[in-house]
């Protein structure tokens, strides 16, 4: 069963920055794709950023230019930069690894971490 763990939430206030990461002891990490989502109250799951095994990355509309996506596949490890954050970015992010090329569906998504809770005041 592969594991992901997240960390690096907490409360922050409105324009300041946090980084996620997300640990796995997966071998087979540097071919998956790497995906961030984020679960706000009451809203479905939702992609935020990803990042293939050739290191392509992508990003919903509201994180490009703000949030940054990156892996260390030494470390077998994925990141989450998220700068200017908003009160909206509040929600619980969710690390997750897919088999496939590419996608920013849920439900293409294999294994999943616990998630961590990020909260933007204003």
């Known amino acids: 069963q592969v594991q992901l763990v997240e960390s690096g939430g907490g409360l922050v206030q409105a324009g300041g920055s946090l980084r996620l990461s997300c640990a796995t002891s997966?071998?087979?990490?540097?071919?998956?794709?790497m995906g961030w989502f984020r679960q706000r109250s009451g809203k479905e799951r939702e992609f935020v950023a990803g990042?293939?095994?050739?290191?392509?990355?992508y990003y919903t509309g509201s994180a490009r230019g703000r949030f940054t996506i990156s892996r260390d596949n030494a470390k077998r490890m994925v990141f989450l930069q998220m700068s200017s954050l908003e009160p909206e970015d509040t929600a619980i992010y969710y690390c997750?690894?897919?088999?496939?090329?590419?996608?920013?569906?849920?439900?293409?998504?294999?294994?999943w971490g616990q998630g961590t809770q990020v909260t933007v005041s204003s």
């Open positions: 997750a690894a897919s088999r496939l090329a590419w996608s920013n569906d849920t439900r293409d998504y294999d294994y």
């Open positions: 997966e071998r087979s990490f540097t071919s998956a794709l």
């Open positions: 990042v293939t095994r050739t290191d392509g990355k």
